[in-house]
């Protein structure tokens, strides 16, 4: 329970400037991928093939680009460290 607790203080915690700026990268890849694969003619399969893995590259980079901290807010959250 004390991981889910420490998870849940990363996320509410400031993120620093530079991880807001991979998120919204993270955010217009995924945007654009998803723009790609919904498009309404057929594509060919190398693109939609790169579209998917942009969409999950994305959205992963985004995911991990908000769960980080400045190095003092990241003191101050339960159960990091050894």
Do not use: H, W
Not at 10 to 18: A, C, E, I, Y
């Amino acid at each position: 329970m004390k991981k889910r607790s420490s998870i849940i203080a990363r996320l509410k915690s400031p993120t620093p400037p530079f991880f807001k700026k991979v998120r919204n990268v993270g955010l217009i890849l995924s945007a654009l991928g998803s723009a790609l694969l919904s498009a309404p003619i057929s594509l060919p399969v190398a693109i939609t093939t790169v579209a998917g893995y942009l969409v999950t590259a994305g959205l992963v980079a985004s995911a991990v680009s908000s769960t980080a901290v400045g190095k003092d807010e990241g003191q101050d959250l339960e159960g990091d460290g050894p």
